[in-house]
């Protein structure tokens, strides 16, 4: 794909990544209870690729419920398996993996480069669990019975819904995120047009335990 000039290539993160690995909070634990839910519709297959090692919760929980993990980080700091970047894993063959996780990767690489790496993670898995970023403050109302399981709630997101991201410059989460879930250009139907033309999509829903991640269970359409 041609690439307009100006468009920064996917790089590392510009934060103290040794200083951020060590960090541990709930959304760590949260994130990777869901990961391990929405696995189990993915089928029996225990091959997985986890794009962008992060902390290695995930992975260590994931591995002790006797999944097979790989990593692939394009930042070594992380100490992945694999190191390189979304958008070109040419060094997996096609359906390599049962399935690719890509929990809060792909905001942080250019536009220009999103269709790349969903192409690539259709290509490389079978299924894939897609976890992406929502724009703004976020706050919910929440009212849980206990009974017939029953979960009422409201949740609202605050922020610029008229600023249209370029695509190109990271203007978001400490100048970390190109772009985000609810921005124009952006909006959730837009995000699952995206989507829909590499995978079929499970299951899409807003995590109520942990508000600023929209999360997507995937079939590649290029699965056999």
Not at 48 to 58: F, H, N, T
Not at 91 to 109: G, K, T, Y
Not at 186 to 212: C, K, M, T, V
């Amino acid at each position: 794909m041609t690439r307009g000039a100006g468009v920064p290539a996917p790089t590392v993160m510009p934060v103290d990544r040794a200083e951020w690995s060590r960090q541990l909070n709930l959304s760590n634990f949260v994130n990777t209870y869901y990961e391990y839910r929405d696995l189990q519709s993915c089928g029996p297959g225990r091959k997985l690729l986890i794009v962008g090692s992060g902390q290695g919760l995930d992975t260590v929980v994931l591995r002790w419920r006797g999944y097979e993990v790989t990593r692939v980080d394009i930042d070594e700091t992380f100490e992945p398996e694999v190191v390189g970047s979304v958008h070109d894993m040419n060094m997996f063959p096609s359906n390599a993996f049962d399935a690719v996780i890509a929990s809060h990767v792909l905001e942080h690489f250019a536009e220009a480069y999103l269709d790349d790496a969903l192409h690539e993670i259709a290509r490389v898995g079978r299924y894939a669990l897609i976890y992406l970023p929502v724009a703004g403050r976020h706050g919910m109302l929440r009212f849980v019975p206990g009974v017939r399981n029953l979960d009422m709630h409201a949740i609202w997101d605050v922020f610029n819904y008229l600023h249209k991201p370029d695509g190109q410059t990271p203007a978001f989460c400490a100048r970390q995120h190109f772009w985000e879930l609810g921005r124009r250009g952006f909006r959730l139907r837009d995000i699952r047009r995206r989507l829909q033309g590499h995978f079929e999509i499970i299951s899409a829903y807003r995590n109520y335990d942990w508000l600023p991640s929209y999360n997507f269970v995937l079939r590649s359409r290029a699965a056999p």
